[in-house]
Structure formats: structure tokens, C-alpha cells
């Protein structure tokens, strides 16, 4: 499998309820900074320890989707600005923490699980992370999409390449946020190109592709069986208390 497949499919099969269960007498985020402190460290870790990311790059790139534009530039400047966020960064631990109105929502790289988002109040995630190996080939013994081999097929016929090259151009306009484009055509692909500190191997927010990533594979494990659509959804913590309502939302919802 390709890098840019395992980039995408990695993102979509990493489903963990993490923030849902919190040590007796922790404070859980409640207010949409909060959440958004959380979601902001979260990004920046797998940005960082991930990736392999320029901090200032991330915080560019990746934060405005959680962070406001001043509030970004408090982040960037490293300056505790009172009412302004507040990023640490421990590359030892490879920990983030990023700190709004005195809530402090923090995420911890596990390895082959990424980086996660710690409970306040806890110091450690709620599962036994992994290590994963692959058994498939080498990417580049595979023409893609099973790997990154070039296919060595001519440009198809019929396809304005010029026009092509153009849009390319127009995916990355000054100042936007595009981290990667990618044209196919009947399985090939004709276009390729990637932003600031990326190339086809480094590992991107899927954002919400994950949700449609993991939708396709939910539905080839019912189709084989795994799982039934009118079960309840697979997920134990809702089942624990049998007053639970989501304990009746069935994996099809």
C-alpha cells in the first residue's frame, strides 16, 4: 500500500473514545475554548511528533482551524499574553499542552497510535497502545494505487494538460493552506504537487475524510460479517450503564 494510503486509512481507522471517561474529581472540558485548547494540542502534537513538522509551520497551517487569528498569534509568539492561549511544548515527553482562561488541554504522542488527547486530570490514556507492523510489499516495488511506483503510462489522450497544470497552480494561491494536491484520472494519476514542508510521504490531517474513511470500512467489515447494522454500535463505554441512552444507537445510525 502506497504511503499516501497508509497516510489516509491510518487516520480513518484510529477510533478511540478518549475524552468521553475522567478520573474522579477531574474538571472536563466544558466551554468551547476548552475544547478547543484540547483540539489545538491535539493538532500541533501530531504535527510535530507525526509528521515531523516545523512548529511555526503547524501553528500557520494547521491551528486556525481551532484558534482565532490574535489569539494564533500569541501561540506563534511563544508570549504569555494574559486573556491569550499558551503553548509548551515538551519534546521529551513529546507532549503538547496549550493553555486558554486557566483550562490546560493537552496531547501525548503513543507511537503507532499517533498523539492523543490526555483527560484533565489524568496522565495517561484509557487503552494499551500498540505496535503495529506491516505485511504489505514495499511501496515503491507497486505502481500505485498499491504503491508509489510509476505507472510509465503516456498522458492520456483527451485530457487538456495545460489546463491541468493551471488548476495546480490555483490550489496553491498566497497565503492559502493547501498542503497537497492531487489530480486522478481513470486511476492515474496526471497531477500531483504539495505545499510548505510536504511531499507524498508526509502523514496530514484527514479531517473529516476520516469520517467517510471510516464509514467505507465499517461497511466492509458488516459486509463481512463482523458486525451486524441493526447491533448496537460496537462501543463498550456506552454500554456500561444500562441507563445509558446511547446504548440503544445502533451501529447503522
Not at 485530457?159 to 484520472?185: C, I, K, W
Request: glycine fraction near 10%; include cysteine.
Amino acid at each position: 500500500m502506497s504511503m499516501r494510503h497508509r497516510t489516509i486509512v491510518a487516520s480513518g481507522l484510529v477510533i478511540a473514545v478518549l475524552a468521553l471517561r475522567s478520573p474522579a474529581g477531574a474538571q472536563p472540558a466544558r466551554t468551547a475554548s476548552d475544547f478547543g485548547a484540547q483540539g489545538t494540542a491535539k493538532v500541533i502534537c501530531s504535527a510535530l511528533f507525526v509528521s515531523g513538522r516545523d512548529l511555526d509551520e503547524a501553528l500557520r497551517n494547521s491551528a486556525p482551524t481551532y484558534a482565532p487569528r490574535e489569539d494564533l498569534e500569541a501561540l506563534r509568539s511563544g508570549s504569555s499574553v494574559p486573556g491569550r492561549p499558551r503553548i509548551e511544548v515538551d519534546r521529551g515527553a513529546m507532549e503538547v499542552a496549550i493553555t486558554v482562561d486557566g483550562f490546560t488541554g493537552r496531547a501525548r504522542h503513543h507511537g503507532d497510535q499517533g498523539c492523543v488527547i490526555i483527560p484533565p486530570g489524568a496522565d495517561e490514556v484509557f487503552f494499551e497502545p500498540l505496535t503495529l507492523r506491516t505485511t504489505l510489499p514495499d511501496a515503491n516495488s507497486q505502481p500505485w494505487p498499491m504503491g508509489d511506483a510509476s505507472s510509465g503510462k503516456p498522458w492520456p489522450l483527451g485530457v487538456d494538460r495545460a489546463a491541468v497544470e493551471r488548476a495546480t497552480e490555483l490550489a496553491f494561491p498566497d497565503g492559502g493552506l493547501t498542503a497537497s494536491f492531487v489530480v486522478l484520472y481513470r486511476g492515474e494519476i496526471i497531477a500531483e504537487r504539495y505545499g510548505e514542508g510536504a511531499d507524498k510521504d508526509t502523514q496530514l490531517e484527514s479531517w473529516s475524510m476520516g469520517k467517510s474513511l471510516t464509514a467505507t470500512l465499517f461497511g466492509l467489515l458488516v459486509k463481512d460479517g463482523h458486525f451486524d447494522l441493526d447491533e448496537p454500535a460496537p462501543v463498550p463505554l456506552w454500554h456500561e450503564d444500562p441507563e445509558d441512552p446511547r446504548g440503544n444507537v445502533l451501529s447503522k445510525t
